[in-house]
């Protein structure tokens, strides 16, 4: 049993994962391999000159795995609530977790066909967005969502800051007291 399931590795997904996976949360992220950021070439990052998408989700998803994050290529085609449990579906087998974030980009028919609420998008060229409260909550209890899905600007540099920002808020609830993450460097 996970703590938190992640469906998408991109910059929203594998932010939440290397955020919850930091906060000793048994975390699992899934990577269809559809994402968008794989085509992108960044030079708009603070504090990186250019990197490739390729690269950036790479260096993401190690980051999240060193931290702890178990990261499973499959593609989730299913979500069930079973109680205060869900069980997602892939064709690698059956995963169960307590909370689930989804950080699927610009595919909302997952979130569609589990019944979270979705709505039209305002982000050029994304069609459905899920609705989410300030903190990142769905209204499935327990289903969160995170990056373009949420609504946020599609560059990756915001949704990876917005899947660190419900990843803090979701560990936040289940620690009972406001999350922070931060190292600092050794004294010289």
């Given at each position: 049993?996970?703590?938190?399931?992640?469906?998408?590795?991109?910059?929203?997904?594998?932010?939440?994962?290397?955020?919850?996976?930091?906060?000793?949360?048994?975390?699992?992220?899934?990577?269809?391999?559809?994402?968008?950021t794989?085509?992108?070439?960044?030079?708009?990052?603070?504090?990186?000159?250019?990197?490739?998408?390729?690269?950036?989700?790479?260096?993401?998803?190690?980051?999240?795995?060193?931290?702890?994050?178990?990261?499973?290529?499959?593609?989730?085609?299913?979500?069930?609530?079973?109680?205060?449990t869900?069980?997602?579906?892939?064709?690698?087998?059956?995963?169960?977790?307590?909370?689930?974030?989804?950080?699927?980009g610009?595919?909302?028919?997952?979130?569609?066909?589990?019944?979270?609420?979705?709505?039209?998008?305002?982000?050029?060229?994304?069609?459905?967005?899920?609705?989410?409260?300030?903190?990142?909550?769905?209204?499935?209890?327990?289903?969160?969502?995170?990056?373009?899905?949420?609504?946020?600007?599609?560059?990756?540099?915001?949704?990876?800051?917005d899947?660190?920002?419900?990843?803090?808020?979701?560990?936040?609830?289940?620690?009972?007291?406001?999350?922070?993450?931060?190292?600092?460097?050794?004294?010289?």
């Amino acid at each position: 049993m996970y703590d938190i399931a992640i469906i998408g590795a991109g910059p929203a997904g594998g932010s939440a994962a290397l955020f919850s996976a930091r906060a000793n949360k048994k975390t699992v992220f899934f990577d269809s391999d559809q994402g968008v950021t794989r085509r992108a070439l960044l030079r708009n990052h603070y504090g990186i000159a250019e990197i490739g998408g390729p690269d950036l989700v790479e260096v993401g998803q190690r980051q999240a795995m060193e931290a702890g994050a178990e990261l499973v290529r499959s593609k989730v085609v299913d979500v069930e609530k079973n109680g205060d449990t869900f069980t997602l579906k892939t064709d690698m087998g059956t995963f169960e977790a307590r909370y689930v974030i989804l950080a699927t980009g610009l595919w909302a028919d997952l979130a569609e066909s589990i019944g979270v609420t979705t709505k039209p998008a305002t982000e050029p060229r994304i069609k459905t967005i899920v609705e989410v409260d300030a903190q990142g909550r769905t209204n499935i209890p327990g289903i969160w969502a995170a990056g373009t899905i949420a609504g946020t600007s599609v560059h990756t540099i915001i949704t990876a800051g917005d899947g660190a920002r419900v990843a803090i808020n979701l560990i936040s609830e289940i620690n009972g007291e406001r999350y922070v993450d931060h190292d600092v460097l050794p004294a010289k």
